[in-house]
């Protein structure tokens, strides 16, 4: 006999809601719940696979322990604790705290739990935030760099659902979820066919821009050039808002004059674009009742990418599209702290301290966390606080890290690797010590954790409308199994280390802007707590009870909730900054170098610029056999106008080249990519000590790029887009 349970797909952010078919104990099938309110069954490839991911013959489902001979032995999980913590505890003796760091990556998104008990686990050693690297500082750490800098509305922007105009900069929402968590390629659709006039700046026509009004495709890594003539255009012809900004902004006149060289056609002879596209998008969204212009990875892996972010929150705030008093929350709270929520700023802030400088590149101390581009060499660069042992809990550096090469050099020189990982991914591969994690429908779930991402910079989350779900776990772990939660891990080694782990709940806000602290809870030592009490604790203060939520087993629409905005409180001073020093000064060196991005020449014509597949969440599910069916590998995708140029076909193995690096990929035909450009999909590839496997396990782009050439000033992000590289044959 078979049953159906509901439960929550956490594979991403998006939080989508699935009916989990059971037989004898195991899930066997996966689709979207049909009887939820908003998603309307939805689901992607990547959720459905859920259960051959969970059963795959490559799951680890035992500790694993590296032998001298390199092969690994299945230990049981009390002795992995122990051994673990007594090589951790030798190591803090002989170099310090200093010497041990922690790493976190999107694999623990089966758990929002999981990163944040890493980050107390470094805090209760006393070395945070400077040995907790995260991922956030190689991907889209602009996002809450550049809010700091400009100020954040603290009632949202306007909603994507009624919005008259939409600007996508380089995010791909329909594939990446960027912003969407409900069944985005339906909801992309539904606004266009509601009027909205959506334009989207991404050097391929992607599924987003297949609705899109107007689809502009400047050169990679020129984003921050487009943005600064949109803001020409719209002050240059007075399409701001003047009532807005005078009440809520300063800097008009500053930007006005740092904008005014980025006329049309300056944009479009350094971008490679239509002088008339820029004046187009700009008086199409200038002159739109509503809307907003959001960027993402796309936008934030070449340099810039923090320009870029505040040149769009600029855009945003000159034409005043933010929530105002008496409309409708954009971003309503239900597992989110109960507090007014009101149409004014929290003033912007410095986000760095100079009086903390990292080992590596003197990078200052800043709100989101260590620098992880600076990882390796934290690594692998002797003296004191050189990082010697390393846990990487759902993460795999060996792939992600810039530089292949430099990561593998440094992966190899530590002394104690711990990966928390489902598979012998290439970074457990590396690894003294592998420690099995939980999967996805083995833990309970909530969307706690998708409400809470819209503080980390606009469109990088959320609930438009006051809906929240609970799900307890839908199985167990295989019999016989030997698995524990990545927070579970910390906890233990944390007692093993007579260390005590006090964890943040309901964490709203971020750097300064906090619209309520978070609530500390000790985790006791005499116990360790459940899962279910640890989910109590990230909800603590909701607005609704997670009690409450929990008893709306398909999720609720909480429509009784009063989302109107207040207005801005009477000693409210603050004011959001449209022409902060550090921006403009970077916007003035973007100027003068005429984008100040890596360009093509006679040896290394294309641009590699990154995307998204819908089979995979970065190296998450290369090893599930129901989403490799079709390919294992990343193609290098080209315009059809390359293959004539490099004599090359479709389906042959290339060999693609940097000034930096060299890998092989497998190049295929993209007739709606930029001529000039080739786009592949990072986190694939072999090990550096491994044989290449263009047609299996697919190229490593990061070995492409040199992550000490050009980096951020600020949080170290090396440039990992828009990198010069050719193409040849075999």
Not at 285 to 290: L, T
Not at 523 to 528: H, N
Request: charged share 20%; net charge negative.
């Amino acid at each position: 006999m078979s049953e159906t349970r509901i439960g929550i797909c956490k594979v991403c952010w998006a939080c989508c809601p699935v009916e989990v078919t059971i037989e004898e104990g195991r899930a066997i099938k996966v689709v979207g719940d049909r009887q939820s309110p908003i998603y309307g069954g939805y689901t992607c490839p990547k959720g459905r696979a859920m259960p051959e991911g969970h059963y795959a013959e490559s799951r680890i489902l035992h500790p694993q322990k590296r032998m001298p001979d390199g092969s690994y032995q299945s230990i049981p999980m009390e002795q992995a604790i122990d051994e673990i913590a007594a090589r951790l505890q030798a190591i803090s003796d002989e170099h310090g705290v200093d010497a041990i760091a922690v790493y976190p990556g999107n694999g623990n998104l089966s758990n929002p739990i999981n990163p944040v008990i890493g980050a107390m686990f470094i805090m209760a050693l006393g070395t945070f935030p400077h040995r907790f690297f995260s991922v956030q500082t190689i991907d889209q750490a602009g996002k809450v760099i550049a809010q700091a800098l400009h100020g954040r509305w603290m009632a949202g922007p306007n909603a994507f659902a009624d919005a008259d105009s939409w600007i996508m900069v380089g995010t791909n929402p329909v594939i990446s979820k960027q912003g969407m968590s409900v069944n985005p390629g339906q909801t992309v659709k539904q606004a266009v066919k509601n009027g909205m006039k959506l334009i989207v700046i991404d050097p391929r026509e992607t599924e987003s821009a297949a609705h899109a009004f107007l689809h502009i495709r400047p050169q990679p890594g020129q984003d921050s050039t487009l943005l600064a003539g949109l803001l020409h255009v719209i002050l240059t012809e007075g399409l701001y808002d003047r009532d807005f900004v005078e009440t809520n902004a300063v800097g008009i006149d500053a930007l006005k004059v740092a904008v005014a060289p980025f006329t049309p056609d300056h944009v479009a002879d350094v971008a490679g674009v239509s002088a008339a596209d820029i004046v187009l998008a700009a008086r199409t969204f200038a002159e739109a009742k509503s809307g907003c212009v959001v960027t993402a990875t796309g936008a934030h892996f070449p340099l810039h990418g923090t320009l870029a972010e505040y040149l769009a929150l600029c855009l945003n705030s000159v034409c005043g599209r933010w929530v105002r008093a008496g409309e409708q929350h954009s971003q309503p709270h239900v597992l989110l702290p109960d507090v007014p929520i009101r149409a004014q700023p929290y003033a912007p802030y410095t986000p760095w301290d100079y009086s903390e400088t990292s080992r590596i590149n003197g990078l200052p101390k800043t709100v989101v966390g260590a620098p992880t581009g600076t990882l390796p060499d934290e690594i692998l660069t002797p003296g004191k606080g050189q990082v010697r042992a390393l846990i990487c809990s759902g993460s795999n550096p060996a792939v992600s890290l810039p530089d292949q090469n430099r990561a593998g050099r440094a992966l190899g020189a530590l002394d104690l690797l711990v990966a928390i990982d489902v598979e012998m991914s290439n970074t457990a591969r590396m690894a003294d010590y592998v420690i099995p994690d939980r999967m996805s429908l083995e833990t309970p779930g909530c969307t706690q954790f998708t409400e809470s991402m819209k503080y980390y910079g606009i469109w990088t989350g959320g609930f438009e409308q006051p809906y929240a779900m609970y799900a307890p776990a839908t199985v167990e772990p295989p019999a016989g199994s030997d698995t524990i939660e990545s927070w579970q891990f910390f906890y233990e080694l944390a007692k093993k280390l007579g260390k005590q782990i006090t964890y943040f709940g309901n964490a709203a806000g971020t750097g300064e802007h906090w619209d309520k602290f978070p609530v500390p809870f000790a985790l006791p030592l005499d116990r360790r707590p459940s899962t279910e009490e640890m989910f109590e604790a990230m909800c603590a203060g909701s607005r609704v009870p997670l009690e409450e939520v929990r008893r709306h087993q398909h999720g609720k629409l909480f429509t009784e909730l009063d989302l109107t905005v207040l207005p801005r409180g009477e000693d409210c001073e603050a004011m959001l900054q449209l022409a902060d020093p550090t921006m403009m000064a970077e916007l003035g060196v973007v100027l003068v170098k005429r984008g100040d991005t890596a360009q093509p020449s006679a040896e290394f014509p294309l641009l590699l610029t990154p995307r998204r597949s819908n089979e995979m969440m970065n190296s998450i599910g290369r090893n599930n056999p129901k989403l490799t069916v079709k390919r294992r590998h990343n193609p290098a995708f080209v315009n059809p106008a390359e293959l004539q140029r490099f004599g090359v076909t479709s389906g042959e193995v290339v060999r693609i080249r940097s000034v930096h690096g060299v890998i092989d990929g497998v190049v295929e035909v993209d007739s709606r990519l930029r001529p000039g450009v080739l786009s592949m999909s990072h986190c694939f590839g072999t090990n550096p000590d491994e044989a290449d496997d263009a047609l299996g396990e697919g190229g490593c782009t990061s070995r492409l790029m040199d992550a000490q050439a050009a980096f951020d000033p600020i949080f170290g992000q090396p440039r990992m887009g828009a990198i010069p590289v050719t193409i040849e044959r075999v």
